[in-house]
C-alpha cells in the first residue's frame, strides 16, 4: 500500500502532462517553430524587464508568507534566511510539484537548524499554504465579480450570473475565516499538530500579502503579452488564476502543458505563438532561472551544515 502512495501522484502528474500535451497538439497543429520565434523575439527590452520585476514581487511575496508565518508562531529569524529559505522551497516545489524532493523537505532542514520543532515546521508550511489559498480566493471572487463575462472563455455554456454567485461566495469563505480570528475560533487539530487561528492583527497582513504572489506572478505574462489583441490584466490574472490551480491540483512538475493548454484556450482572440512566447518567458523567470539558483543555495546550506556539524563532531 505505502508503494502505490508514493507512486499515486507521480502517476496523475505524468497523466497530467500527456493529456495537456495531446489536448496542445491539436491546439497548435497549424504552429510552426519559425512563428514562435519570431512572436518570442519580438518581445521588447521594457516588457522583459516589467516581467522581471514581476517575478521580484512575486517572490519577495512568498518570502512574507514565510515571514507571518514565523510572526505566528512567536520566532524572530533573520529577513535574509527566510528569504532564502521561501525562495529555495517555492523554486523546487513550483519545479518538481509533488515530488519527494519538493521543497517541504528543504524547509523542513532549514528550520530545523534555526529551533523550530517539527511540528512548528508542519504549522508553517500548512500556514504558508493556506496564505496562497486565501489569496487565490481572494483574487478569484474579484475578478469574477469585475469580469462576470470571463466564465465564458472556460465554457460558454456557463451563464454569466454564475460568476457572480461564486465570487460572494467565495467572499462569505474568507469572511467567515476574518470572523474564526475575531472570535477565536478553536484550534484546528491533527495528528501532527494544531494549528490556531492566527491573531486579527496577523489575518490582517495575511489579506494585504496573500494576494501579491498571484499579481506578481500574473504580471510576467501579461507585460511579455503583445498588445494587440490583449483582453487586459483583469483578465489575464483570471485566466492564471484558473491555469495555475489547474496545474496545482495536477501535480504536473512545473505545471508542463497544463498552463499553455488553459491560456491557449482561454485567448481564442490572440496569435497562438504570441501566448506560448509569453508563457516561455514565464517559465524562464519564474520557473527555470530560481530552480537553478535554488539548487546552488541547497548546495551552500547543506556544505555549510557539514562543516559545521564535522567541527562539532572534532570538538
Avoid at 79 to 108: D, E, K, M, P
Avoid at 227 to 233: E, I, K, L, T
Amino acid at each position: 500500500m505505502r508503494r502505490l502512495k508514493a507512486y499515486f501522484w507521480p502517476v496523475v502528474g505524468l497523466a497530467a502532462i500527456l493529456f495537456s500535451v495531446n489536448a496542445l497538439y491539436h491546439e497548435l497543429r497549424g504552429l510552426s517553430l519559425d512563428e514562435f520565434v519570431a512572436s518570442f523575439q519580438a518581445i521588447s527590452i521594457r516588457s522583459w524587464l516589467l516581467a522581471a520585476g514581476s517575478t521580484l514581487v512575486a517572490y519577495g511575496a512568498l518570502a512574507a508568507y514565510d515571514r507571518l508565518a514565523l510572526d505566528h508562531l512567536g520566532h524572530r529569524i533573520s529577513i535574509w534566511f527566510i528569504t532564502l529559505c521561501s525562495f529555495t522551497t517555492y523554486a523546487l516545489s513550483h519545479n518538481l510539484g509533488a515530488s519527494v524532493f519538493s521543497g517541504a523537505v528543504v524547509r523542513y532542514r532549514a528550520y530545523r537548524s534555526k529551533g523550530l520543532t517539527a511540528g512548528e515546521v508542519g504549522v508553517l508550511v500548512a500556514f504558508c499554504s493556506f496564505t496562497f489559498t486565501l489569496g487565490t480566493l481572494m483574487l478569484s471572487a474579484i475578478v469574477l465579480l469585475a469580469k462576470p463575462d470571463i466564465i465564458e472563455r472556460f465554457a460558454e455554456f456557463l451563464p454569466i450570473e454564475m460568476s457572480l454567485t461564486t465570487g460572494i461566495l467565495l467572499l462569505v469563505l474568507v469572511g467567515l475565516y476574518i470572523l474564526g480570528s475575531l472570535i477565536g475560533l478553536p484550534p484546528i487539530r491533527t495528528r501532527w499538530f494544531q494549528l490556531h487561528y492566527p491573531r486579527p492583527s496577523i489575518v490582517l497582513r495575511q489579506l494585504v500579502i496573500a494576494p501579491v504572489e498571484l499579481l506578481g506572478a500574473a504580471g510576467i505574462i501579461y507585460f511579455a503579452l503583445p498588445q494587440a489583441g490583449n483582453p487586459g490584466y483583469v483578465v489575464i490574472l483570471g485566466i492564471f488564476l484558473a491555469s495555475f490551480s489547474a496545474a496545482l491540483l495536477s501535480h504536473a512538475p512545473g505545471g508542463l502543458g497544463v498552463l499553455e493548454l488553459v491560456f491557449i484556450a482561454a485567448l481564442p482572440e490572440m496569435d497562438p505563438a504570441d501566448v506560448l512566447a509569453a508563457l516561455a518567458i514565464f517559465r524562464l523567470l519564474y520557473l527555470l532561472i530560481p530552480f537553478v539558483m535554488a539548487l546552488v543555495v541547497i548546495l551552500v546550506f547543506e556544505r555549510s551544515r557539514f562543516l559545521a556539524e564535522r567541527g562539532e563532531k572534532g570538538l
